[in-house]
């Protein structure tokens, strides 16, 4: 059974950091893409950062400079370091994991359950 568990969320201040976790299990790790995805309720859920199987980045606008994706394929863990953290980062960080074809279409396998990240002084 596929399954993916977020931790590292809380309350930061404004200007701080956090690193967010993303386990794996019940899948081959090393050849799936990892997402990160956010979400504030109302809105649309929203990308935020991306790191292919071989490694390669891309990042929201937004975030550029101040988060960094990475992954660590000998423990089925992808992270994202958040830092310079402001208050419209505040939202639910959700992971993903899926899979890109030769076309570059994305097919989105499994979530985990989200972690609230909250800045606020």
């Known amino acids: 059974q596929e399954q993916l568990e977020e931790s590292g969320g809380g309350l930061v201040q404004p200007g701080g950091s956090l690193r967010l976790s993303c386990t794996a299990s019940?899948?081959?790790?090393?050849?799936?893409?990892m997402r990160w995805y956010r979400q504030v309720p109302g809105k649309q859920r929203e990308l935020v950062a991306i790191?292919?199987?071989?490694?390669?980045?891309n990042y929201k606008d937004s975030v550029k400079g101040r988060f960094t994706i990475s992954r660590d394929n000998t423990k089925n863990t992808v992270y994202l370091q958040m830092n310079s953290l402001k208050p419209e980062d505040t939202a639910v960080y959700y992971c993903?994991?899926?899979?890109?074809?030769?076309?570059?279409?994305?097919?989105?396998?499994?979530w985990g359950q989200g972690t609230q990240v909250t800045v606020s002084s």
């Open positions: 993903n994991a899926g899979r890109t074809d030769s076309t570059g279409t994305y097919y989105p396998s499994s």
């Open positions: 019940g899948i081959i790790f090393i050849v799936y893409d």
């Open positions: 790191i292919t199987s071989g490694g390669n980045t």
